[in-house]
């Protein structure tokens, strides 16, 4: 079992990754930790100590190889693997995602799109057919589908995770406005869309109330 | 100016909502904190002292009042109020966003889209037309927009943003994959889709590797 790791820190690690990408894009190769600390908005100690709980990457008065940071945190993400993943729920949500090529790039192949309503069923997104969510759980047994997102409405996507989960699927993206009740091997991530526009509305009016 | 509430909090009113929504939609009128914790997987103590920053609802040996609770977390989260919002940005996840009736139902009504790309400018998403992002700033001034949404490439969302911070908006809701640099007085939420991905990968790989 590797050593724990907060999710403060694990949160990070993709926001290094983008900003060393961006680096590499504007060819810089080499930067000090100083250096990142401004770009990035973290200060220098903070960024050596989330380094150094995967073993560190700088050396003293030399500062980080960024390609080299950039591939390692892209390892300790799991990007150097393909994970073939499936979007459940094909309506505008779940078409934007199946739509966008960076997910692609990164590793997360999108195989196919499950739907239950029959007037998407046989439509194509791009060169992906949408599927009846009734054959989902042969089809993943099929083809060793790893990731499943679900942009279900809310009431169904319980059912179509336990759908998933007895198919054998272990990691879920979750965009449905609900908490899903899963076993302890499953892992999930939810992006509450909802939540976060309530949350710009409280801060906005904060900020309003403050400058009246 | 208001009490400081840390961000942890801020960011559970909006789960408290949506949770006690789903008790009005089952009819349910009153709940313990005891119940309440059991549904929403926080401490009753947690609870009670979250509801505490904000005066604090409950009554001893009678629980919350669910329609009560429910509607002075919407007042604090600002959803009393109408937000006129526009979004710039119509490829597909800001064709997603403009379709999602929910947050128009939540009052942040969508006034119009906004595009550079002179192939999507005239059409439609519902009765919504799409703008040329030339015109923005005007549109914003004239229409007393409040919130923006931005759904643009990262290369084109820091321009983007000056913009919307010339023409006086306060609120944005960032989809770009890139940190904007924002006047003090400008509040920002940010959806970084890819981050929530990627650390949904590195949990997926950590998982996989403590169970081999």
């Not at 909802?194 to 904060?206: A, C, D, G, K």
Request: charged share 25%; net charge negative.
């Amino acid at each position: 079992m590797a050593k724990h790791i907060s999710m403060a820190v694990i949160r990070r690690l993709p926001k290094y990754h983008r900003y060393l990408k961006d680096l590499l894009e504007r060819d810089i190769h080499r930067i000090s930790s100083k250096e990142l600390s401004e770009i990035i908005g973290f200060t220098a100690s903070q960024i050596r100590q989330d380094l150094n709980n995967f073993g560190g990457f700088g050396q003293q008065g030399y500062g980080y190889n960024v390609e080299e940071l950039y591939n390692e945190i892209g390892k300790i993400l799991g990007l150097n693997n393909v994970y073939k993943t499936i979007i459940v729920g094909a309506g505008n949500l779940g078409q934007a995602i199946a739509n966008y090529s960076g997910f692609q790039k990164s590793g997360f192949e999108i195989k196919a799109l499950f739907e239950a309503n029959p007037r998407f069923i046989g439509l194509k997104i791009r060169e992906l057919e949408i599927l009846d969510v009734e054959i989902m759980e042969d089809y993943i047994k099929e083809n060793d589908i790893k990731i499943a997102v679900i942009c279900t409405p809310k009431e169904s996507a319980q059912d179509v995770a336990d759908k998933l989960v007895r198919a054998g699927i272990n990691g879920i993206w979750n965009f449905a406005p609900v908490d899903l009740e899963l076993p302890e091997d499953v892992v999930v991530e939810n992006v509450h869309l909802t939540e976060s526009l309530f949350t710009l509305s409280y801060l906005l009016n904060e900020k309003n109330k403050a400058t009246k």
